[in-house]
Protein backbone atom coordinates (compact mmCIF):
# COMPACT_ATOMS: atom_id res chain seq x y z
CA UNK A 1 0.00 0.00 0.00
CA UNK A 2 0.99 3.76 -0.21
CA UNK A 3 0.99 6.01 1.51
CA UNK A 4 -2.06 8.13 -0.19
CA UNK A 5 -3.92 4.82 0.76
CA UNK A 6 -3.34 4.67 4.33
CA UNK A 7 -3.90 8.49 4.91
CA UNK A 8 -7.37 9.27 6.79
CA UNK A 9 -9.21 11.78 4.82
CA UNK A 10 -8.69 15.13 6.11
CA UNK A 11 -10.93 16.43 9.32
CA UNK A 12 -12.92 19.64 8.34
CA UNK A 13 -10.60 23.15 10.58
CA UNK A 14 -12.78 25.07 13.46
CA UNK A 15 -13.42 27.43 10.55
CA UNK A 16 -15.91 25.38 8.44
CA UNK A 17 -16.88 23.25 11.55
CA UNK A 18 -18.35 26.44 13.23
CA UNK A 19 -19.86 27.38 9.83
CA UNK A 20 -21.55 24.48 9.38
CA UNK A 21 -22.91 24.56 12.54
CA UNK A 22 -24.41 28.42 12.12
CA UNK A 23 -26.20 27.53 9.25
CA UNK A 24 -27.64 24.06 10.66
CA UNK A 25 -28.68 26.75 13.89
CA UNK A 26 -29.65 29.35 11.29
CA UNK A 27 -31.89 27.04 9.49
CA UNK A 28 -33.86 25.37 12.45
CA UNK A 29 -34.76 29.31 13.47
CA UNK A 30 -35.95 29.68 9.69
CA UNK A 31 -38.05 26.15 9.88
CA UNK A 32 -39.38 26.94 13.37
CA UNK A 33 -40.38 30.40 12.08
CA UNK A 34 -42.01 29.43 9.14
CA UNK A 35 -45.37 28.38 10.72
CA UNK A 36 -45.70 32.11 12.24
CA UNK A 37 -46.73 34.31 10.05
CA UNK A 38 -47.90 36.83 12.25
CA UNK A 39 -44.68 36.60 14.62
CA UNK A 40 -42.38 36.88 11.60
CA UNK A 41 -43.67 39.78 10.16
CA UNK A 42 -43.91 41.61 13.73
CA UNK A 43 -40.43 40.92 14.04
CA UNK A 44 -39.71 42.24 10.75
CA UNK A 45 -41.90 45.93 11.44
CA UNK A 46 -40.03 46.28 14.56
CA UNK A 47 -36.86 45.80 12.87
CA UNK A 48 -37.59 48.17 10.20
CA UNK A 49 -38.73 50.96 13.01
CA UNK A 50 -35.38 50.44 14.62
CA UNK A 51 -34.00 51.33 11.40
CA UNK A 52 -35.89 54.11 10.76
CA UNK A 53 -35.44 55.56 14.45
CA UNK A 54 -31.88 55.03 13.85
CA UNK A 55 -31.58 56.54 10.73
CA UNK A 56 -33.69 59.19 11.93
CA UNK A 57 -31.13 60.24 15.07
CA UNK A 58 -28.44 59.82 13.28
CA UNK A 59 -29.46 62.24 10.30
CA UNK A 60 -27.89 60.05 7.79
CA UNK A 61 -27.74 57.15 5.34
CA UNK A 62 -29.93 58.51 2.87
CA UNK A 63 -28.82 56.57 -0.38
CA UNK A 64 -28.25 53.06 1.85
CA UNK A 65 -32.56 53.87 3.11
CA UNK A 66 -32.91 54.64 -0.74
CA UNK A 67 -31.46 51.39 -2.03
CA UNK A 68 -33.60 49.51 0.70
CA UNK A 69 -36.25 51.37 -0.19
CA UNK A 70 -36.13 50.28 -4.15
CA UNK A 71 -35.16 46.81 -3.02
CA UNK A 72 -38.38 46.27 -1.08
CA UNK A 73 -40.45 47.80 -3.48
CA UNK A 74 -38.82 44.98 -5.99
CA UNK A 75 -39.82 42.42 -3.86
CA UNK A 76 -43.35 43.70 -3.34
CA UNK A 77 -43.89 43.67 -7.09
CA UNK A 78 -42.43 40.38 -7.25
CA UNK A 79 -45.24 39.32 -3.99
CA UNK A 80 -47.92 41.03 -6.31
CA UNK A 81 -46.74 39.23 -9.62
CA UNK A 82 -48.41 35.58 -10.70
CA UNK A 83 -45.52 32.59 -11.13
CA UNK A 84 -47.21 32.29 -14.46
CA UNK A 85 -47.39 35.77 -16.05
CA UNK A 86 -50.81 36.07 -17.73
CA UNK A 87 -49.46 38.71 -20.58
CA UNK A 88 -47.12 36.18 -21.25
CA UNK A 89 -49.50 33.36 -21.71
CA UNK A 90 -50.45 32.77 -25.80
CA UNK A 91 -54.22 32.62 -26.11
CA UNK A 92 -56.39 33.06 -28.96
CA UNK A 93 -58.51 35.68 -27.63
CA UNK A 94 -58.23 38.91 -28.96
CA UNK A 95 -58.58 40.81 -25.41
CA UNK A 96 -55.58 38.86 -24.24
CA UNK A 97 -55.29 35.23 -21.84
CA UNK A 98 -57.37 35.88 -18.41
CA UNK A 99 -56.93 34.05 -15.36
CA UNK A 100 -60.68 32.43 -14.34
CA UNK A 101 -63.44 34.86 -13.42
CA UNK A 102 -66.47 32.79 -13.60
CA UNK A 103 -67.26 29.44 -12.00
CA UNK A 104 -67.61 27.76 -15.26
CA UNK A 105 -63.65 28.33 -16.26
CA UNK A 106 -61.19 25.86 -14.80
CA UNK A 107 -59.88 26.85 -11.59
CA UNK A 108 -56.46 27.57 -10.94
CA UNK A 109 -55.28 29.23 -7.76
CA UNK A 110 -52.98 32.37 -7.42
CA UNK A 111 -49.37 31.16 -7.15
CA UNK A 112 -47.06 34.14 -6.61
CA UNK A 113 -43.81 35.09 -8.54
CA UNK A 114 -42.43 35.30 -4.52
CA UNK A 115 -43.83 32.86 -1.99
CA UNK A 116 -44.59 35.06 1.29
CA UNK A 117 -41.81 33.33 3.26
CA UNK A 118 -39.45 34.42 1.02
CA UNK A 119 -41.20 37.82 1.16
CA UNK A 120 -40.18 38.47 4.23
CA UNK A 121 -37.05 36.66 4.75
CA UNK A 122 -35.48 38.81 1.40
CA UNK A 123 -37.45 42.06 3.70
CA UNK A 124 -35.64 41.01 7.14
CA UNK A 125 -32.25 40.20 5.61
CA UNK A 126 -32.54 43.57 3.90
CA UNK A 127 -33.22 45.74 6.95
CA UNK A 128 -30.33 43.54 8.75
CA UNK A 129 -27.90 44.52 6.05
CA UNK A 130 -29.01 48.09 6.06
CA UNK A 131 -28.81 48.37 9.75
CA UNK A 132 -25.25 47.19 9.31
CA UNK A 133 -24.22 50.12 6.57
CA UNK A 134 -25.26 52.53 9.11
CA UNK A 135 -22.10 51.59 11.20
CA UNK A 136 -20.01 52.84 8.52
CA UNK A 137 -19.12 56.86 7.76
CA UNK A 138 -17.81 55.90 4.72
CA UNK A 139 -21.63 54.35 3.60
CA UNK A 140 -23.04 58.04 4.98
CA UNK A 141 -22.96 59.79 1.43
CA UNK A 142 -23.84 63.80 1.94
CA UNK A 143 -26.99 63.68 -0.61
CA UNK A 144 -30.27 66.42 -0.78
CA UNK A 145 -32.41 63.53 0.79
CA UNK A 146 -35.49 65.69 -0.15
CA UNK A 147 -34.84 65.09 -3.71
CA UNK A 148 -34.42 61.23 -3.10
CA UNK A 149 -38.04 61.08 -1.65
CA UNK A 150 -39.48 62.68 -3.74
CA UNK A 151 -37.93 60.61 -6.59
CA UNK A 152 -38.86 57.24 -4.56
CA UNK A 153 -42.76 58.83 -4.42
CA UNK A 154 -42.88 58.79 -7.93
CA UNK A 155 -40.70 55.63 -8.83
CA UNK A 156 -43.76 54.04 -6.24
CA UNK A 157 -46.76 55.38 -7.83
CA UNK A 158 -45.99 54.91 -11.01
CA UNK A 159 -44.80 50.96 -10.35
CA UNK A 160 -48.24 50.56 -8.04
CA UNK A 161 -50.21 52.24 -11.31
CA UNK A 162 -48.69 49.78 -13.77
CA UNK A 163 -48.77 46.43 -11.38
CA UNK A 164 -52.55 47.70 -10.46
CA UNK A 165 -53.36 47.81 -14.45
CA UNK A 166 -52.17 44.63 -14.52
CA UNK A 167 -54.22 43.31 -11.86
CA UNK A 168 -57.49 44.39 -13.62
CA UNK A 169 -56.73 43.74 -17.17
CA UNK A 170 -55.87 40.18 -16.33
CA UNK A 171 -58.48 39.83 -13.36
CA UNK A 172 -56.87 38.55 -10.80
CA UNK A 173 -56.43 39.90 -6.99
CA UNK A 174 -53.04 38.44 -5.56
CA UNK A 175 -54.73 38.34 -1.86
CA UNK A 176 -56.78 35.23 -0.15
CA UNK A 177 -59.25 36.24 2.37
CA UNK A 178 -59.40 32.48 3.82
CA UNK A 179 -61.05 29.55 2.57
CA UNK A 180 -64.54 30.04 0.82
CA UNK A 181 -66.97 28.19 3.23
CA UNK A 182 -70.06 26.30 2.00
CA UNK A 183 -73.32 26.43 3.75
CA UNK A 184 -74.84 22.88 2.76
CA UNK A 185 -78.63 21.90 2.85
CA UNK A 186 -80.09 22.26 6.20
CA UNK A 187 -81.49 18.10 7.62
CA UNK A 188 -84.47 18.63 9.33
CA UNK A 189 -83.29 15.30 10.91
CA UNK A 190 -80.54 16.52 12.73
CA UNK A 191 -80.71 19.51 15.47
Known amino acids: MTDLETESPSQPNLFVKTYRKYCEIHQKILDNSTPNVAGRWTFCAVLSLTYLIRVYILQGWYIVTYALGIYILNLL ?17 EDGPTLPSRQSEEFRPFIRRLPEFKFWYGATRAFLLAMFCTFFDALNVPVFWPILVMYFIILFAITM ?17 GKTVYKGKDDPSVK
Request: proline share 9%.
Open 161 to 177: KRQIKHMIKYRYIPFTH
Open 77 to 93: IAFLTPKIDPATVQDDD
